[in-house]
């Protein structure tokens, strides 16, 4: 008899951690936009797409805002195509979803627009061409 009490209260001691992780495992909130070039630069042509592996996006209702304006909006409207602003500006996309069982979910990206410009410095010691890294 002990030996079976000892063989529950192990079983219970493995199964209520692994009971509490599967609700957070299945969190109908998790989703994001992944962004193609995933790091663009000042006037790129972007494609945005809700992605989740938690809800069918297919079936949700997306609303995409892009600086402020609406840019699309509908069933399975889980793609946006777009354009980054110009070199010291910011882009700011917004995607609502609103899912089947009636989550309002929200995300935000901001790509800051800016241009980097490596320069090279070559120098000239004894006759002899050197060059910066």
Do not use: C, H
């Not at 609502?96 to 070559?122: C, H, M, P, W, Y």
Request: no cysteine; charged share 20%; proline share 4%.
């Amino acid at each position: 008899m002990l030996g079976l009490v000892f063989f529950g209260l192990i079983f219970l001691t493995a199964i209520i951690p692994f009971s509490s992780y599967s609700q957070s495992l299945f969190n109908t909130e998790d989703f994001f936009i992944k962004t193609s070039p995933e790091s663009p630069g000042p006037d790129t042509e972007v494609a945005a797409e809700v992605v989740s592996f938690n809800f069918d996006v297919n079936r949700a209702y997306i609303t995409w805002i892009l600086n402020g304006k609406t840019g699309l909006k509908g069933k399975g409207e889980k793609i946006l195509k777009f354009s980054t602003g110009q070199a010291g500006k910011s882009t700011t996309l917004q995607a609502f979803v609103s899912t089947e069982d009636g989550a309002q979910l929200q995300k935000t990206l901001t790509f800051s627009n800016a241009e980097v410009t490596l320069l090279r410095k070559i120098l000239f010691i004894n006759g002899k061409k050197i060059t910066s890294p």
